[in-house]
């Protein structure tokens, strides 16, 4: 199911504001959590776990190896060699207990509201999907991009062309 577009600009001094500064920074943690990680076990690339926004590690890549003991394998399609802890290691004990931040928090954060379902208005479970929203600060803002509307009136909903060039400008920015 496509799931809808709401796009919001949010004071970063307001409580949201500064609740979302707070969640990325968890988010930060988490990332570098699994960076040192990874580097401790001389893995060349890694990618995060697909179960969260932020952190935990969902495989890893070593250059120049096609076998590496205590790890399972496998191949891409496009060549690369993905590797996972062996079942029962404590590698996988290890990659399990890193800490991921969930984008379920937004939902309180934002105030989301669930949609209700069109036969008797009861409100359906609320769930990002396999997206993970874009949520980034520029000048004095954050932009959220969310597939639920927020009752919080101090988020001010914008377009999505709005939404886009502030995005582009945070990015050129960082360059």
Known sequence: MKKPHYYYK???TSNVG???????HRCLEAEEKAREWVEKLGCSGYYESP?????????????????RDGWDRKETP???VLFFPMEGTDLEKEM???????????ISILSLQPRCSPKDNTPMPMSFGDRTPIVFLHQGFW???VPYVSADMTLTKIEEKEFYRRRMA??????
């Open 96 to 106: 399990a207990a890193l800490p991921v931040v969930s984008e379920t928090e937004l």
């Open 170 to 175: 945070a990015i050129n920015e960082h360059k």
């Open 10 to 12: 949010i004071s970063a």
């Open 51 to 67: 179960e969260g926004m932020a952190g935990g590690v969902g495989a890893v890549e070593f250059a120049d190896t096609t076998a």
């Open 78 to 80: 496009d060549g690369r």
């Open 143 to 145: 932009y959220a991009d």
């Open 18 to 24: 500064e609740e979302l500064q707070k969640f990325m």
